[in-house]
């Protein structure tokens, strides 16, 4: 059996899709020269300040954004979404010029608004699994911000950040996703056409092969197409289902488990020196600790930071690394038992536990503003003490020289200790004591609640939008590319050390074979399981089956008949009444669409109708 051949599945279909994608794919590849003329014009057409409420007004909407969407919608050109994407994160990256900060965030808002209508005419023209398949090829293709650009002009602005990894011609591509993660576009990604395609990534009915710049054990031999999967004619271990993002939140989950486990039981066992207990807890950290390096290098800090416990993780990570120093130093002192790594280790249970929280619940609303306050609370909190150093330093300096010749000046701890708490001691520099507690109690306080209750009061006030925000970064980040997330914790640790020297001294053909043979070897257990599950779920189900009894259980509610008359399928003759009662072509104008007439110099926009069929 041939190790390197793809599943069937994972390309294209027999019934033509191959053909008509590759097509799509040839058009449009002046990416950089289309990216440009958009900003071009956007520059010279928004020269005010508008909010995103302000756009979706009957007036400007009909006055600014459909004629853009007018302008730059193509049916044969899925780049425009891309590179109306990669104008908003050049016009919010701009805002730090001050003389046009508000302008540059309404063009970054109205670079938003155009992409979302201009994927909803995508998301509206193309119903069905065939439709799915061209409308996820929008965000979810890889394209290179300087694709079609002249090569003196690439070599002199393209500006290498990390070292170019091999991928067979996918080098340097950015997806319209990973733009809209990236600048935070909630309005774009809380849509339902993106979602709809967000939402078949995450039950694994769209494959692909995701786009990164570095991975540690990459293995790029083989780049699948975006594709329907179809779990009959999947192959029994098919690896590329371990990164199926329901699937892999399900296994990061289970390892995150297995660390608290070993966790609790050092820290139960810390008394008794050395113990096996921390010794597995250390070897599966370590490996867990790769495993999140190699998330935050895919795509970047920038981009892994969205993620809802991310935070939580670089905080365990840290006192990880403290608590390793230390144990070395209990090493050396001889006190295993009881050392200090073990008592630093005590300060990482608030974080597990919160994890597990945040990973049981992670569309609650409370923990998506905890992450988002947390960035608040870290930044005013460095400002804070970067300001009140001053302190520090005014309260050390106030020594007199009888003091320090008699080595009678308080240390730095002291006078810290004196910050923290101020009724500790006023022997020196009561004044400063006063204003620090003044300052510190009053202002900082004021400012730190302030802050923290208007972001809680953002987030609140758009809950469904951040809630479908954090749900796609969680899904875009669990598909991986890099081949190492297929090797569980410590196990991975084994392949970085093996597989890594052993890529530089076969062929690429043969490092996957070994690769895809360890992968599937190692994970077989659970790839039998997903392939089970997966295959039962497609099985159809009859809807109008009949329990034995002749009832169907509705959950003691009264109001099942409500909910079945909705799901009952009409006869073909009631459904023909109903169309000739109401023409579907008769329908009313959307609310979107209604143009005011106020302006007479103003022309109609071009009034269009939804098409009323099931994406």
């Known amino acids: 059996m041939d190790l390197c051949t793809d599943d069937a599945n994972q390309l294209a279909d027999d019934d033509g899709e191959t053909d008509s994608l590759t097509e799509l794919s040839e058009i449009s590849v002046l990416i950089g020269v289309e990216s440009s003329s958009i900003r071009r014009l956007f520059l010279a057409s928004i020269d005010d300040s508008y909010t995103i409420e302000s756009f979706r007004t009957p007036k ?84 290179d911000p300087f694709q079609g650009a002249p090569s003196d002009l690439e070599e002199e602005w393209r500006h290498m950040q990390w070292p170019v990894q091999e991928r067979g011609g996918h080098e340097m591509k950015l997806t ?126 920038e981009l892994h930071s969205q993620s809802l416990w991310s935070f939580l993780d670089a905080s365990f990570i840290f006192i990880f690394g403290i608590c390793f120093i230390a144990r070395l130093y209990d090493v050396g002192n001889g006190t295993l038992a009881d050392g200090y790594g073990l008592h630093i280790l005590c300060v990482a249970a608030p974080i597990l536990l919160s994890r597990v929280a945040f990973n049981i619940m992670p569309d609650n609303v409370v923990f998506i503003s905890l992450h988002a306050v947390m960035k608040d609370f870290t930044l005013l909190t460095f400002i804070a003490f970067w300001c009140f150093t001053g302190f520090l330093l005014a309260l050390q300096w106030l020594t007199t020289s009888d003091q320090l010749r008699d080595e009678q000046a308080p240390g730095w701890l002291t006078v810290t200790k004196w910050l923290l708490w101020i009724w500790f001691s006023f022997g020196s520099g009561p004044v ?80 996957h074979t070994i690769n895809v043979f360890l992968i599937r070897v190692i994970n077989a257990p659970i790839l039998l399981l997903i392939n089970a599950i997966e295959r039962g779920i497609q099985v159809p189900r009859p809807r109008n089956k009949k329990s034995w009894f002749g009832w169907q259980f509705t959950g003691f509610s009264p109001h099942g008949d409500v909910k079945a008359v909705f799901r009952a399928n009409l006869p073909m003759y009631m459904s023909n009444k109903i169309n000739q009662l109401d023409p579907l072509d008769e329908i009313p104008v959307l609310e979107a669409d209604i143009v005011t007439t106020s302006q007479a110099d103003v022309s109609q926009a071009r009034l269009r109708r939804a098409t009323m069929r099931d994406g």
């Not at 400007?60 to 459909?66: E, G, I, K, P, S």
């Not at 925000?469 to 569980?488: G, N, Q, W």
Request: with cysteine; proline share 4%.
């Open 432 to 511: 400063l004591m006063v204003a620090f507690a003044f300052l510190g109690n009053t202002l900082f306080l004021t400012i730190l609640v302030a802050m923290l209750t208007n972001t809680f009061g953002r987030i609140v006030a758009n809950e469904s939008a951040e809630i479908r925000f954090h749900r796609t970064v969680l899904i875009f980040e669990s598909v991986k590319s890099d081949s190492i997330f297929s090797y569980p914790p410590p196990l991975n640790i084994l392949a970085l050390i093996m597989l890594l020297p052993l890529k530089f001294v076969i062929s690429n053909r043969r490092f």
């Open 176 to 301: 319209a996703l990973e733009l809209a993660i990236v600048s935070e576009s909630k309005f774009f990604i809380s849509s339902a056409a993106c979602y709809r395609v967000v939402d078949a990534i995450n039950r694994g009915q769209i494959t692909y092969t995701p786009l990164s710049f570095v991975g540690i054990l990459p293995d790029h031999y083989k780049h699948l197409p975006i594709s329907i999967y179809n779990a009959k004619k999947a192959r029994l271990l098919d690896h590329h289902r371990l990164i199926v993002p329901r699937t892999r939140v399900v296994i990061e989950f289970i390892q995150f488990l297995v660390l608290l486990i070993l966790y609790v039981f050092t820290i139960i066992n810390r008394h008794q020196g050395f113990t096996l207990w921390e010794l597995a807890f250390s070897i599966y950290t370590t490996g867990w600790v790769l495993q999140e390096f190699a998330a935050i290098i895919e795509h970047g800090w």
């Open 60 to 143: 400007l909407n009909a006055l600014l954004v459909r004629p853009w969407v007018n302008r730059l919608h193509d049916p044969e050109d899925i780049s425009i979404v891309y590179c109306l994407l990669a104008n908003r994160v050049h016009f919010l990256r701009e805002q730090s010029d001050l003389a046009h900060q508000s302008v540059n965030a309404t063009r970054a808002t109205l670079c938003e608004l155009v992409a979302t209508q201009i994927l909803r005419r995508f998301h509206e023209a193309n119903p069905g699994q065939m439709g799915l398949l061209v409308l996820a090829r929008i965000p979810i293709e890889g394209f």
